[in-house]
């Protein structure tokens, strides 16, 4: 299965950046999508999450400034990430969302680094 997290990068505080990642096929259609990401010294969390029908969530800390989608032709999530802060550093990594019972591939894939600093 193929989990591959592009659209990182160095940016300052208040900037954006959109997030992709592409997904094996199968394991698209068939699960809740998420977008998770891992600070340095700290645990991986999940940021926001997508159902297969195009449900999102977030946690607090992101809402109102990060929108998670899912483009099904594509086999593609999405994370478009705007006014960020320097807390948002972090690498960013797309794997399923196990609110509604999906289950999280034990390979996440290299992700993509986030850096928001001046």
């Known amino acids: 299965v193929q989990l591959q997290a592009s659209g990182g990068g160095l940016v300052q505080p208040g900037g954006s950046l959109r997030l992709s990642c592409a997904v094996s096929k199968s394991f698209f259609s068939l699960n809740d ?8 010294g700290r645990q ?8 297969r029908g195009g449900r999102p969530g977030y946690r607090a800390s992101v809402k109102g ?3 998670i989608s899912r483009d099904n032709a594509k086999n593609t999530v999405y994370l478009q990430m705007n006014s960020l802060k320097p807390e948002d ?3 960013y990594y797309c794997n399923a969302d196990p609110t509604y019972g999906s289950k999280i591939l034990d390979s996440w894939g290299q992700g993509t680094l986030v850096t928001v600093s001046s």
């Open 33 to 40: 999508m998420g977008w998770y990401r891992q600070a340095p």
């Open 44 to 51: 991986r969390e999940l940021v926001a999450g997508i159902t």
């Open 65 to 67: 400034r990060f929108t």
């Open 89 to 91: 550093t972090a690498v």
